[in-house]
């Protein structure tokens, strides 16, 4: 139960802060500076959300039910590693791989829906044409590539 919960609460940090690299190698940082960038954005974020999480599960330590407390001290001490881990072996492995972290085999990318974590529409996407009349274009023309 406890390995569930923190699975979960390890993989939310990671997608917080992977989506923010992707976001910052999407507007044409290179591997290395998306991930400071990525990084300097979300780590505090993502350091605090593992923090006040330890906090909450020590908290179970002042409980008198001797499993309340082994949960306590487990998800408690867990919860600090893994929001460590992510901070800082998330981002070193993106560099390591350069652009390799980001590679898709092409019948891949063309089956995978491209989608933001964030909502935000990916450089190069079509967006929606605000209140488009009946029978007018349902997507704006993409901007043209600078020259």
Do not use: C
Request: aromatic residues 8%.
């Amino acid at each position: 139960m406890m390995f569930a919960g923190l699975f979960g609460l390890s993989m939310d940090y990671e997608v917080f802060l992977v989506s923010h690299i992707d976001s910052h190698h999407h507007r044409g940082e290179e591997a290395r500076q998306a991930a400071a960038s990525g990084l300097a954005s979300s780590a505090r974020i993502t350091s605090a959300a593992a923090l006040i999480m330890a906090s909450v599960f020590a908290s179970f330590i002042l409980n008198g039910d001797p499993t309340i407390k082994q949960f306590g001290v487990g998800l408690a001490t867990a919860v600090l590693l893994a929001g460590i881990l992510v901070v800082t072996l998330g981002p070193a492995v993106i560099v390591l791989f350069g652009k390799a972290a980001w590679w898709l085999p092409g019948w891949l990318d063309k089956i995978l829906p491209h989608i933001s974590v964030e909502g935000e529409t990916m450089p190069g996407a079509e967006e929606p044409v605000p209140d488009a009349p009946e029978g007018g274009p349902k997507h704006a023309a993409p901007d043209p590539e600078p020259v």
